[in-house]
């Protein structure tokens, strides 16, 4: 809804489209009822695009680039960082990292990776978390999270390894019947070529070694070769570039993954949580 309020709040790229639709929109000696009838929007609504009274949406952000973009792909682009800006915070910097990245090895210790989440799974999760947000917050969440999986299908396809706690599998999120069916789908996620799924056992301490006790990390490759590692400990969140960190943390991921079971019995203790049979 169009309000004073979203004027004083609007974010950067919000503003930057408003200026340049504005502007385009005059070159072209168009008046705003002119520009509405071309995008299929009414004249009051290009009114609060451009005074960011109500910012651009995704659907209106296509229609711009297919009327005034004319092939330069502005509107496109600032379709893609809009999005991001309405990731939380601290998270912003990383999904872009995450969608280009070439390598993608994760450690989950809580809750089922994001990139790993149903929708049902990541909706319960979001809805039932702390500081309780409303319900259009949280489906925007919900699909934000479920647009980050087209990571799994992208060109070049990126190698992505995930090390989950056992006590994540068998931690009830939502219902009985949600966590089966997120289950089932890390069952479905196993099978990509591109996927490598480890499950931690639970008695992975028992010889004396456990070296997942500090928690989740995401170790991230870039197109360009560099490493990295992103840590979010309590809705904080850590970029580590420095080789030195990021080495010692590459050498602890992989006493973890050392601990882990094996790809095939990992995917067997899945199924048997989901109750089918191997």
């Not at 950067?12 to 072209?28: F, G, K, N, S």
């Not at 969608?99 to 989440?117: P, Y």
């Not at 991230?220 to 580590?240: G, K």
Request: charged share 25%; proline share 4%; with cysteine.
């Amino acid at each position: 809804m169009a309000s004073a309020e979203n004027k004083e709040t609007a974010s950067p790229m919000a503003l930057m489209v408003a200026e340049v639709a504005r502007t385009m929109r005059i070159q072209r000696g168009w008046t705003q009822d002119q520009l509405g009838h071309e995008l299929g929007y009414s004249a009051a609504a290009v009114s609060a695009m451009e005074t960011c009274a109500q910012p651009a949406s995704d659907a209106m952000l296509v229609e711009l680039e297919r009327v005034l973009g004319n092939g330069t792909g502005v509107f496109e682009t600032a379709r893609r960082f809009m999005r991001m800006e309405k990731y939380p915070r601290q998270f912003q910097d990383y999904v872009l990292l995450e969608q280009s990245a070439i390598n993608l090895q994760l450690f989950a210790t809580n809750v089922i990776h994001g990139l790993f989440q149903t929708e049902a799974y990541a909706r319960a999760l979001i809805g039932g978390g702390y500081p309780p947000l409303s319900e259009q917050r949280v489906e925007e969440l919900v699909q934000l999270r479920m647009e980050r999986k087209a990571l799994f299908d992208r060109e070049p396809l990126p190698m992505i390894e995930i090390v989950i706690e056992e006590a994540v599998l068998r931690r009830v999120i939502g219902s009985e019947d949600i966590m089966r069916e997120q289950l089932l789908h890390l069952v479905e996620c196993a099978r990509r070529r591109n996927v490598t799924l480890l499950v931690l056992p639970l008695d992975a301490g028992k010889y004396g070694e456990y070296d997942g006790g500090r928690g989740e990390m995401n170790l991230v490759e870039t197109p360009e070769h560099e490493h990295l590692v992103y840590l979010e400990p309590q809705d904080e969140s850590m970029l580590i570039s420095d080789p030195a960190k990021v080495s010692t943390y590459a050498q602890r991921y992989a006493k973890i993954r050392s601990q882990a079971l094996g790809p095939r019995e990992s995917l067997d203790l899945i199924k048997r949580l989901a109750g089918v049979a191997v």
